[in-house]
């Protein structure tokens, strides 16, 4: 049996229980109050009316202190017992799999319950579940992406973090919190080290000893749960088309009927649930926000809701509202600096059908890109979304754009041409 209790995170409901304490407050003072009028006759007034403010004041503070306890461990945990039953009707378990899941190794229990922690405290220790509340608040406010509940048992080797899919592995790596992380090392380092690759850094990551890296070194450092946070964050947008659920657009179509009725009656009453969630997922893999929800259903609607998700997504990053969105996310100073695909590439890749055909693609862009590094590539609207499709397993942090998508008056730089 793990030792770890399996934890549902819950973001919305942190006061519940409020009207349970309030209801059992009302109880007792009018059970009080009947015992004290019964009693009347039988005291003097001063009497009464001490013991009247004593009691109140004895119930009043027990029940500030009862909802303050709640309060407080629900905002340090962020997290409520598996009990909960989601929007669904019943748990994530119930089905059998989630549709995110965590997996830490023992010596990373800390990181979410203090009572593992040896005697060395670590600022990290019972913050993870917190950094998940982060995660998900995060999203919303930068994309409009609410992710489900995240699950967090204990499974696999000591130090090992497992991030599952519904039930697929997306991401498997090693954290030391005792340790802290650094992207390099001091000339003739000669003290222990772990060396780490991690999806998130385009070069690999070294977890050392605070104390055996001097205070004026200059370097990156993090600790594990930034390493968690920003795994965790590439894998939910990355699996946005898995994680997406037909359920929350549902959930959306009726907070658009209900606060834009004139809008919502002006769309076509049989639209497709499944296919604005792959146009949605669509956009959130490729970083573009979803928060205007009532423009891109209105834009599903004028441009076909029996088209195609894929084409349906170009045509509504093409449109005037994302343009402006793409262009201030990858611009610097009014400018972009991409690798921008020649005419021969351009034909290489309308032509390209088989896997032979589109690892030649790849190995030619190998030969100029970085994989795990962060580039911007742009190209003909007619190949992007091809191109995006054929580099997104290899180059996972490379962003594929058209000219199109980019406002006019942004300058281009060329780094190289492929």
């Given at each position: 049996?793990?030792?770890?209790?399996?934890?549902?995170?819950?973001?919305?409901?942190?006061?519940?229980?409020?009207?349970?304490?309030?209801?059992?407050?009302?109880?007792?003072?009018?059970?009080?109050?009947?015992?004290?009028?019964?009693?009347?006759?039988?005291?003097?007034?001063?009497?009464?009316?001490f013991l009247l403010f004593g009691?109140?004041?004895?119930?009043?503070?027990?029940?500030?202190?009862?909802?303050?306890?709640?309060?407080?461990?629900?905002?340090?945990?962020?997290?409520?017992?598996?009990?909960?039953?989601?929007?669904?009707?019943?748990?994530?378990?119930?089905?059998?799999?989630?549709?995110?899941?965590?997996?830490?190794?023992?010596?990373?229990?800390?990181?979410?319950?203090?009572?593992?922690?040896?005697?060395?405290?670590?600022?990290?220790?019972?913050?993870?579940?917190?950094?998940?509340?982060?995660?998900?608040?995060?999203?919303?406010?930068?994309?409009?992406?609410?992710?489900?509940?995240?699950?967090?048992?204990?499974?696999?080797?000591?130090?090992?973090?497992?991030?599952?899919?519904?039930?697929?592995?997306?991401?498997?790596?090693?954290?030391?919190?005792?340790?802290?992380?650094i992207d390099k090392l001091p000339?003739?380092?000669?003290?222990?080290?772990?060396?780490?690759?991690?999806?998130?850094?385009?070069?690999?990551?070294?977890?050392?000893?605070?104390?055996?890296?001097?205070?004026?070194?200059?370097?990156?450092?993090?600790?594990?749960?930034?390493?968690?946070?920003?795994?965790?964050?590439?894998?939910?947008?990355?699996?946005?088309?898995?994680?997406?659920?037909?359920?929350?657009?549902?959930?959306?179509?009726?907070?658009?009927?209900?606060?834009?009725?004139?809008?919502?009656?002006?769309?076509?009453?049989?639209?497709?649930?499944?296919?604005?969630?792959?146009?949605?997922?669509?956009?959130?893999?490729?970083?573009?926000?979803?928060?205007?929800?009532?423009?891109?259903?209105?834009?599903?609607?004028?441009?076909?809701?029996?088209?195609?998700?894929?084409?349906?997504?170009?045509?509504?990053?093409?449109?005037?509202?994302?343009?402006?969105?793409?262009?201030?996310?990858?611009?610097?100073?009014?400018?972009?600096?991409?690798?921008?695909?020649?005419?021969?590439?351009?034909?290489?890749?309308?032509?390209?059908?088989?896997?032979?055909?589109?690892?030649?693609?790849?190995?030619?862009?190998?030969?100029?890109?970085?994989?795990?590094?962060?580039?911007?590539?742009?190209?003909?609207?007619?190949?992007?979304?091809?191109?995006?499709?054929?580099?997104?397993?290899?180059?996972?942090?490379?962003?594929?754009?058209?000219?199109?998508?980019?406002?006019?008056?942004?300058?281009?730089?060329?780094?190289?041409?492929?």
């Amino acid at each position: 049996m793990n030792r770890l209790k399996n934890y549902d995170y819950d973001l919305i409901k942190e006061l519940s229980g409020f009207k349970i304490y309030f209801v059992q407050f009302l109880i007792c003072l009018t059970f009080t109050l009947a015992i004290l009028f019964i009693g009347y006759s039988f005291i003097s007034i001063k009497i009464f009316y001490f013991l009247l403010f004593g009691i109140l004041f004895i119930y009043t503070a027990a029940i500030i202190y009862s909802i303050n306890t709640r309060i407080c461990a629900k905002r340090l945990t962020g997290a409520v017992e598996s009990s909960f039953k989601n929007k669904y009707g019943f748990s994530n378990s119930a089905v059998g799999v989630d549709v995110i899941k965590i997996t830490i190794g023992k010596n990373l229990l800390r990181l979410v319950d203090l009572s593992y922690s040896n005697e060395n405290y670590n600022i990290q220790d019972g913050s993870l579940l917190c950094f998940i509340k982060l995660l998900r608040d995060r999203l919303i406010y930068l994309s409009g992406y609410i992710i489900p509940l995240i699950r967090v048992i204990e499974s696999g080797q000591n130090n090992e973090c497992r991030i599952y899919v519904r039930g697929n592995v997306k991401a498997a790596f090693n954290v030391y919190p005792e340790l802290i992380c650094i992207d390099k090392l001091p000339d003739n380092f000669d003290k222990e080290y772990k060396e780490e690759n991690y999806v998130i850094l385009d070069k690999p990551a070294y977890w050392v000893k605070a104390d055996d890296i001097p205070v004026s070194f200059e370097c990156n450092r993090c600790n594990s749960l930034r390493i968690i946070f920003e795994i965790l964050m590439f894998i939910c947008i990355k699996n946005a088309d898995e994680i997406l659920q037909i359920q929350d657009i549902k959930k959306l179509l009726k907070q658009l009927k209900k606060n834009y009725k004139e809008e919502y009656n002006c769309l076509n009453k049989s639209l497709d649930c499944g296919k604005i969630k792959n146009v949605m997922a669509n956009l959130i893999k490729e970083n573009i926000s979803v928060k205007d929800f009532v423009n891109i259903i209105s834009l599903i609607k004028e441009y076909g809701i029996e088209n195609n998700p894929d084409y349906l997504s170009e045509k509504i990053r093409n449109n005037n509202t994302f343009r402006d969105q793409i262009t201030q996310k990858y611009s610097v100073n009014g400018a972009i600096n991409a690798y921008l695909i020649s005419e021969k590439t351009t034909q290489k890749i309308q032509k390209a059908q088989s896997y032979k055909e589109e690892k030649e693609i790849i190995e030619e862009l190998e030969r100029k890109i970085s994989k795990n590094s962060k580039n911007i590539i742009i190209c003909n609207p007619d190949i992007r979304l091809k191109l995006f499709k054929i580099i997104n397993e290899v180059f996972v942090k490379t962003s594929v754009l058209s000219y199109s998508e980019i406002l006019k008056s942004t300058e281009i730089k060329a780094r190289d041409i492929i």
